[in-house]
């Protein structure tokens, strides 16, 4: 090889690799590090300028680094990260093996044909999952799901590995080298076209899975919201029938029965919902929402702290301000009942053309933060749990709003804000 050949292959390295460890940012998190994103960039380049014939030990030698790379370049679970890893492994190295094992030394007409096959198909792949992305959702799934794609993965990668491992090319005589290159492009194929379909399968999966948590939380908002609005119809009746109970307990004291009207009285209380339910601000859906956990916290022993000044009418359907106020509250009464500090603060108000949402709790513990920048469930059983925080960044995000969390120094904070103008 020539200066120049070196030089065109060290740039071809370093560049080649941008476009599968772009692909891969569509099923993973970047990494927090500012220089670790270069990593994966590196070593997937490398395998571009690395000839990868068909049973030599290359790809058995390379695979650690690969998957380290991803490890350390990419964020989220470390499930997903090796189950990733080894797709895009199986996939970049069974099509190197298929244009590498028919070309010749590096610095020669053919190796260099074989570098530009390698890149064309990189790009094709990063190209077919930008049109799969479109909606620029990332691929989101469950432990479990993880691991199940993770033993689908193993089948296709130790079929890839397997000639590797015993260095077959190192045993075998000129006459067996036909046969055992008809072996090979025969499983090659195959093993590249399984990769790409268990990308599709992460896809596929996740939004299903997506879906079927969208659905369970409408079917909770709904639930939620139904509830209060039971509750406002009931204090509703009871405005509405105020009149006839205190002409009741007019007629009862006139004529002396003071014992029967004290049970009225007892009666009236035990049917008038939410106890306190003070005046917290003129939009009448929060309200009933603040009156219903002023009573929980109320009876949970803890301080309500409310400053809360919202117009009667906002540009925003009733079930997302009930579940999105709902919720933040229920979370902060879960996680306040364990701390020492019992004050639960709440903070709302419409400035600006934006809502904004403030709710601030002290809790005990340490709290698991994920990689959408939510935070896990402390319940016991987290498939059942945990959708509050989630449901509330969706209701943020359909309405064009956002929605972050910390929790720092034993204070849990929520603040979301919405835009009013529609």
């Not at 590498?100 to 044909?113: C, E, F, H």
Request: proline share 3%; glycine share 8%.
């Amino acid at each position: 090889m020539t200066a120049w050949d070196y030089i065109a292959w060290a740039l071809t390295c370093v560049f080649g690799g941008i476009f599968p460890a772009r692909t891969a940012l569509y099923f993973l998190a970047p990494a927090k590090g500012r220089v670790r994103w270069i990593v994966p960039y590196l070593v997937i380049g490398a395998a571009l300028g690395m000839p990868t014939w068909a049973g030599d030990g290359n790809p058995l030698y390379y695979f650690p680094f690969l998957l380290a790379a991803f490890l350390i370049g990419y964020g989220g679970r470390l499930a997903a990260r090796l189950v990733v890893g080894m797709i895009f492994f199986e996939w970049i190295i069974a099509w190197s093996m298929i244009v590498d094992t028919r070309a010749v030394l590096p610095g020669s007409a053919g190796y260099w044909g074989a570098m530009a096959w390698k890149l064309a198909m990189w790009a094709a792949v990063w190209l077919l999952m930008r049109r799969v992305f479109r909606d620029s959702k990332q691929v989101a799934l469950s432990g479990r799901l993880w691991a199940l794609l993770g033993l689908l993965a193993l089948s296709p990668l130790l079929s890839e590995l397997a000639f590797s491992m015993w260095d077959i090319r190192a045993y075998t005589l000129d006459g067996t080298d036909a046969l055992i290159d008809a072996a090979f492009y025969t499983l090659l194929p195959f093993v590249f076209v399984s990769a790409i379909a268990l990308l599709f399968a992460v896809v596929l999966l996740s939004r299903h899975q997506a879906l079927e948590q969208e659905h369970q939380l409408a079917d909770m908002r709904e639930l939620y919201y139904q509830g209060i609005r039971r509750e406002q119809e009931q204090v509703r009746r009871l405005r509405h029938d105020m009149r006839n109970h205190l002409t009741a307990l007019s007629g009862l004291l006139e004529q002396g029965e003071d014992d029967r009207a004290v049970e009225y009285v007892r009666r009236l209380q035990a049917a008038s919902g939410p106890s306190g339910a003070g005046r917290f601000t003129e939009n009448d859906t929060v309200n009933i929402v603040l009156s219903a956990k002023a009573r929980d916290m109320e009876q949970a022993g803890l301080i309500a702290d409310i400053n809360v000044s919202l117009p009667e009418n906002l540009p925003i359907a009733d079930p997302d301000l009930c579940a999105l106020f709902g919720n933040a509250v229920d979370n902060a009464i879960e996680a306040a009942k364990d701390a020492a500090d019992k004050r639960i603060t709440i903070r709302a108000r419409a400035d600006k053309g934006l809502l904004m949402l403030r709710v601030t709790n002290a809790y005990a513990g340490k709290r698991e933060e994920k990689t959408d920048g939510l935070f896990a469930t402390t319940k016991a059983d987290k498939r059942a749990h945990g959708f509050g925080l989630r449901g509330m960044r969706e209701i943020a995000v359909r309405n064009g709003g956002t929605l972050e969390t910390t929790a720092k120094d034993g204070v849990f904070e929520l603040v979301a804000c919405l835009p009013l103008a529609k």
